[in-house]
């Protein structure tokens, strides 16, 4: 325990190994105690998934980070249940390599991490540094950069109320200089690349998804803070249910 009593179980999606996370380990260092448990491999993409049908097994690196051989969200439960064996005052996942924003929230294993965290009652935060792909070198956001973006975040809610099954996704612009965080909400995205159709050496065909994303620039949205440099933080809930829709749904079925 420190002497601020805050204490962090932080994970990511890019592998133990990534930059980003051994950047937001020393960043936060600097705020509390902090404990490492990460995949031992790159997970990006893999969602909420947790394995249930093989067997996980734990190996220290010479850092003193905790690998294990399965996705973010095995790792936050293997952290807070075993290896802590009590809850840390936050989950942090990330730093992500690239921006978890919008509706590719759902597809991320950094924001996943977190919401693990946030079903085992911990507050949780996601942080990912879009890409500053375009930009000088020397104008692009490190993840030191966004590791402090998103400690500066975290500062300010220590010790406060924090919402249950709630998460907070921080996602940093990749271009310097970083205007102040600002409160967002998730936007929408549409791939206008759909699906791209090509044929292999041996003449088969394959498909890759992808394309150039196409956001809808609504004002507030996450997508639009970080587009004008702004760190952006969303609040995003884990009850998925549309009370939109909750009446009208009601009537069409006559219950
Ligand atoms: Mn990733």
Known sequence: MTASGLSFLLTNDDGS????????????????????????????????????????????????FHIVDGTPTDCVNIGVLKILGTRPSFVVAGVNRGGNLGDDVTYSGTVAGAMEGALLDVPSVAVS???????????????????????????????????????????????????????????????SGGIVEKTDPRGKTYFWIGGEPVWESEEGTDQVAVSLGHVSVTPLHLDLTDTRFLPDLTRLLGS
């Open 17 to 64: 190994h990534a930059p980003g996370l051994v950047a937001l380990a020393r960043v936060l260092r600097e705020l509390g105690e902090v404990t490492v448990v990460a995949p031992d491999r790159e997970m990006s993409g893999i969602g909420h998934a947790i394995t249930l049908h093989t067997p996980l097994r734990i190996r220290r690196n010479d850092e003193g």
């Open 129 to 191: 540094l879009v890409s500053g792909h375009g930009a000088p070198p020397e104008e692009r956001t490190t993840f030191e950069d966004a590791a402090r973006a998103a400690a500066a975040v975290i500062r300010k809610l220590a010790g406060k109320p924090f919402p249950q099954r709630t998460l907070l996704n921080v996602n940093v612009p990749g271009k310097k200089p970083l205007k102040e965080a600002v409160v967002t909400r998730q936007g929408r995205r549409t791939y």
